[in-house]
């Protein structure tokens, strides 16, 4: 791939033209809202859905970005197509949208990026299931700030990913508030499969994942009930499967927490097998909705690449 372009204030230019004020408060202070999504065959998947909150972000926030929503999905589908003739076939996109109240006195900075997704970080875990730990820090309390705002401010997933990562090597975080009650991953949504039942954390706890919104639709297509609760570590230990969903991985299968494998020991790792029967045909349902198979393509630009996963 060339240089990808990006669009900055109302302007489509080579990333390395792409300058930033050092008083941004995006950059001061976390001062700003994002959304992400992705393409499936080099189709932006549910973009008004993530522009839809990246404007509730932007209200909470009280920023005006200066594009009302349908001039934002313009400026959106102008990147995406300034990118799209550079990257491979079998490649896909992430395409994010920054926002932040800018420079004082200056107004707000849009930005929008978009870059092939690297496949490689996560590709081997459709087969194996990633490893979740619960790190020391906690997700912020909702009466500090409301979850279902996507905001710059990240430190806290960052600190959760370097913990997980100290405490077990290539695990990714899950977060929990100060109650003990989980939220989500640092990047991820999160859900059990419990006795036929698909469970997740309750609305107002978490970001209103809007894959995890159509990971919900799928189930339910299938005969699933998804219902929402307070869980627990505990919860998770006693599941028969879990899994994880966000923008670039779909469903990825999950297979244990802090070291102890998910569902009854019939795995050879001690626990239930991985991708369990439920993650096995949500996996599936989201192929069907892509397009295409989505793991295929993951496992191939692995391949390709020949550099390890990353």
């Given at each position: 791939m060339t240089e990808p372009i990006v669009y900055l204030n109302g302007r489509l230019i080579p990333e390395s033209e792409a300058h930033l004020s050092i008083w941004d408060r995006g950059f001061t202070m976390g001062d700003g809202v994002f959304d992400v999504t992705r393409t499936f065959g080099h189709r932006p998947f549910r973009l008004e859905a993530h522009i839809a909150r990246l404007y509730r972000s932007l209200r909470y926030v009280h920023i005006n970005p200066g594009l009302a929503p349908q001039?934002?999905?313009?400026a959106a589908e102008g990147t995406l197509a300034a990118n799209r003739e550079d990257v491979a076939p079998d490649d896909d996109l992430r395409l994010t949208l920054r926002v932040s109240r800018g420079a004082p006195g200056a107004g707000p900075t849009v930005l929008i990026t978009c870059r092939p997704i690297a496949f490689g970080r996560f590709a081997h875990l459709y087969q194996e299931g990633v490893e979740l730990v619960t790190p020391p820090v906690r997700a912020i309390s909702r009466d500090i700030l409301d979850p279902r705002v996507k905001t710059q401010s990240r430190i806290v997933n960052a600190l959760a990913e370097i913990q997980a990562a100290a405490a077990r090597p290539g695990s990714w975080p899950l977060l929990c508030n100060s109650r003990g009650v989980i939220t989500e991953g640092a990047r991820a949504n999160f859900m059990v499969?419990?006795?036929g039942l698909i469970l997740?954390?309750?609305e107002g706890r978490v970001l209103a994942g809007v894959t995890a919104a159509a990971t919900a639709e799928l189930a339910e297509g299938l005969g699933y009930s998804v219902e929402e609760r307070d869980l627990t570590p505990y919860d998770v230990l006693l599941a028969d499967e879990a899994?994880?969903?966000?923008?670039?991985?779909?469903v990825l299968p999950v297979r244990?927490?802090?070291g102890a494998p998910i569902g009854a020991p019939t795995g050879p790792t001690g626990g239930g097998v991985v991708p369990g029967p439920v993650v096995t045909q949500l996996m599936t349902a989201w192929q069907e909705l892509a397009g295409f198979d989505y793991v295929a393509q993951a496992l191939k630009y692995a391949e390709r690449k020949g550099q390890g996963f990353r």
């Open positions: 001039e934002m999905r313009q499969v419990q006795d997740a954390p309750k899994f994880v969903t966000s923008t670039s991985i779909c244990s927490l802090n």
